[in-house]
């Protein structure tokens, strides 16, 4: 069965420096996404992502964010400047519908860690 | 308020047992639940969706029951295997896909 792929699993960085989080949808799917969960927490949705543009964004999801397709396989997200709350697993989620009986398909995740 | 509140938090059952997990939800307008199972550092799996009209619905030893008018949701799980330990998750969305609400999960432990 088809998956979305994360890599890294797991990024350890230093606060105030940039990190990049890269994604592989599934091939057919249009709609991509990015949620977070930090340790102990409830999944919180970051962004929403169709036809290279955002299409829904968080509050979570400042001007230290953003979210990029560079190619017809990869979806990005950037933290501009990491910041020790930014701690978290993050994962990146796709669907083949954008309507709310499709289902999102998740990731693995990428734990980052920001000392 | 948009809300999905899921109970127990915890739960410790014995292999081969049963156990029912509960969801309550105040989201509005409603379309659908969903139940994702999440195991320990990977991303969540979904298991079953109910919709409006749907009463029960099972995927192996997983059945989801959704009443609409108390606005109440489980899952029973049937037989449990070591491998059912996980943090179940209900997730409820409202007027778009991208808004999506998380419950907290239920931590489910299997013993042997």
């Known amino acids: 069965e088809p998956e979305v792929t994360q890599t890294p699993s797991h990024q350890v960085t230093q606060m105030g420096q940039e990190v990049i989080l890269r994604c592989v949808p599934i091939?057919?799917?249009?709609?991509f996404y990015w949620y977070r969960q930090i340790l102990g927490q409830k999944v919180e949705f970051l962004v929403s992502?169709?036809?290279?543009?955002?299409?829904?964004k968080s509050e979570i999801f400042d001007d230290q964010f953003s979210v990029e397709r560079p190619d017809g396989s990869n979806f990005t997200l950037k933290i501009r400047s990491t910041k020790l709350e930014d701690s978290a697993m993050y994962f990146c989620?796709?669907?083949?519908?954008?309507?709310?009986?499709?289902?999102?398909?998740f990731g693995n995740g990428t734990r980052l860690t920001v000392t | 308020k948009n809300q999905v509140e899921q109970s127990p938090q915890s739960l410790i059952i014995l292999e081969g047992k049963n156990c029912t997990l509960q969801?309550?939800?105040?989201?509005?307008?409603?379309?659908?639940l969903r139940w994702y199972k999440q195991d320990t550092g990977r991303g969540p799996v979904s298991l079953t969706i109910?919709?409006?009209?749907?009463n029960t619905k099972s995927n192996g030893r997983y059945t989801a029951t959704l009443d609409a008018d108390t606005k109440q949701s489980s899952l029973h799980i049937t037989a449990s295997q070591l491998s059912d330990s996980a943090s179940y998750i209900c997730?409820?969305?409202?007027?778009?896909?991208?808004?999506?609400?998380f419950g907290s999960g239920t931590r489910l432990s299997i013993r042997p």
């Open positions: 992502f169709y036809n290279n543009e955002i299409s829904e």
């Open positions: 969801c309550n939800y105040t989201v509005s307008p409603f379309s659908n």
């Open positions: 997730v409820v969305p409202y007027s778009s896909a991208s808004k999506i609400i």
């Open positions: 989620a796709s669907s083949e519908g954008q309507g709310l009986n499709s289902p999102l398909h």
């Open positions: 109910m919709t409006f009209s749907e």
């Open positions: 091939s057919n799917h249009l709609y």
